[in-house]
């Protein structure tokens, strides 16, 4: 079994870690789901009542970064205190994944978006310090909901 990284993060999801897990290698390169261990059967022990099948500890890499992840049930709902960061390469990536990742319209601002499991994320250019050179330049991005990078440059 490979070894966990120094620091790692951990998604707790109500039910969906199977689903998550999945869903995000696939979207995106070079990922995979490492292992996927489940709860016991809860015949065994009446701590895991309702729990048999669910995601007890669930390794995947999403494109070299490796997370954990668990189905814990309702007690902690995520927040956009904690997003996962995107540098894209150009427009059609950023476009690529916000697609794939973009599920809650009232949640989307200045590149930030929510996916279907409540996860936040900001899909930005890489190169988002360098386009951000003005305060004008900077408006136009906080009036964005999807990063949009020609918008910027002709600002």
């Known amino acids: 079994m490979p070894e966990i990284a120094a620091i790692q993060p951990c998604l707790w999801f109500d039910d969906q870690a199977r689903e998550a897990m999945q869903y995000y ?3 995106f390169p070079n990922s995979s789901i490492v292992s996927i261990e489940p709860y ?3 015949n065994l022990d009446e701590h895991f009542e309702g729990m048999t099948g669910r995601v007890l500890n669930g390794r995947f ?3 070299g970064v490796d ?3 668990l189905d814990g049930g309702p007690l902690f709902p995520f927040t956009n205190a904690i997003s996962f960061v995107v540098g ?3 427009q059609a990536e950023i476009d690529s994944y916000w697609e794939r990742l973009s599920a809650d319209p009232a949640a989307e601002q200045c590149g ?3 996916d279907r499991f409540g996860v936040s994320w900001q899909i930005i250019p890489a190169d988002l310090g360098g386009l951000l050179t003005s305060p004008a330049k900077i408006q136009v991005m906080m009036q964005q909901k999807k ?3 020609q918008e910027l440059l002709d600002a």
């Open 25 to 27: 290698v696939d979207t």
């Open 40 to 42: 016991p059967d809860e």
């Open 61 to 63: 890499t999403l494109n």
């Open 67 to 69: 997370f954990t992840c």
């Open 88 to 90: 894209c390469a150009d």
């Open 112 to 114: 930030w978006c929510r």
């Open 147 to 149: 990063i949009v990078i």
